[in-house]
């Protein structure tokens, strides 16, 4: 396995999931009319309301969460296989190890809310830096709780409106929302269960894709065991294919960051 390969991996499982990118110019957009909607009677608003209140409550429901997967990254069609753990505690922190197949770590990730760490094991080198410093990459509607969804197969919640966009086709529902410049799409089973989802901010020319799939009960809960993420920027593209293995809910977690004295620390 190629080291720029797996240098790459350590920004990729901090940024992918936030439409990495090189930072993007901020463009001011005049503010166009909103055009009138039409009238919807109360029996299919209502119909419509009872529909996003089942697949808001079809979410992930956990206090933590466990996930042993393989996976396959590539970066602009040069793919590598990688064992990929990671630990959730739910609205706290994403924990991540990423193992090279011969059984060598060779990162290790600790985001929260306020802040994203990572140890570069390939270069000792220890990176940490603030949760808003993805902002001079991705737009700002991401956030920590929108990171974890899209790993998880969960609805991004900021986006669930009133004024979100709902059509059914045969056995799926269509979701479609705005939100400062970043539309999201999303297409739900006849479970309630994401199994699409679509970050896109045009003017950045961002876009992240997710699919989910081979769907387990765990702990009476539908869990995706593949998903798979593709994210384009510009020239660049990402596909992160996880596959899991061994999924464990509400169970104790240790989440293990211990920065070596022989790291150089950039901050």
């Given at each position: 396995m190629k080291k720029n390969i797996l240098i790459n991996t350590v920004y990729v499982l901090v940024l992918l999931f936030a439409l990495t990118s090189c930072k993007a110019k901020k463009v001011i957009l005049p503010v166009a009319a909103v055009p009138?909607?039409?009238?919807?009677?109360?029996?299919?608003?209502?119909?419509?309301?009872?529909?996003?209140?089942?697949?808001?409550?079809?979410?992930?429901?956990?206090?933590?969460?466990?996930?042993?997967?393989?996976?396959?990254?590539?970066?602009?069609?040069?793919?590598?296989?990688?064992?990929?753990?990671?630990?959730?505690?739910?609205?706290?922190?994403?924990?991540?190890?990423?193992?090279?197949?011969?059984?060598?770590?060779?990162?290790r990730a600790l985001i929260t809310p306020d802040s994203v760490k990572i140890l570069n094991r390939l270069d000792n080198v220890y990176i940490k830096k603030p949760f808003s410093y993805i902002y001079e990459f991705t737009n700002e509607q991401i956030n920590f709780r929108t990171l974890q969804s899209i790993l998880i197969g969960n609805t991004v919640s900021e986006f669930i409106t009133d004024s979100t966009e709902l059509n059914m086709e045969s056995d799926e529902a269509k979701?479609?929302?705005?939100?400062?410049?970043?539309?999201?799409?999303?297409?739900?089973?006849?479970?309630?269960?994401?199994?699409?989802?679509?970050?896109?901010?045009?003017?950045?020319?961002?876009?992240?894709?997710?699919?989910?799939?081979?769907?387990?009960?765990?702990?009476?809960?539908?869990?995706?065991?593949?998903?798979?993420?593709?994210?384009?920027?510009?020239?660049k593209k990402f596909l992160l294919d996880l596959k899991f293995l061994k999924v464990d809910l509400d169970g104790p977690l240790e989440l293990p960051f211990r920065v070596p004295e022989r790291f150089l620390i950039k901050n």
């Open positions: 009138e909607s039409p009238a919807v009677s109360a029996e299919a608003d209502n119909t419509r309301k009872n529909k996003l209140k089942s697949i808001n409550e079809s979410d992930m429901v956990f206090n933590t969460l466990a996930v042993k997967s393989k996976a396959v990254l590539s970066i602009n069609d040069k793919s590598n296989d990688v064992n990929m753990n990671f630990r959730i505690k739910n609205n706290e922190v994403i924990w991540v190890s990423i193992t090279a197949l011969a059984g060598l770590e060779v990162a979701l479609r929302s705005i939100l400062g410049g970043l539309t999201y799409n999303l297409r739900v089973s006849s479970q309630n269960k994401v199994v699409y989802t679509n970050l896109n901010d045009q003017i950045a020319k961002q876009e992240l894709t997710a699919n989910y799939s081979d769907f387990i009960l765990v702990n009476q809960q539908q869990i995706p065991h593949t998903v798979v993420m593709d994210s384009k920027v510009k020239t």
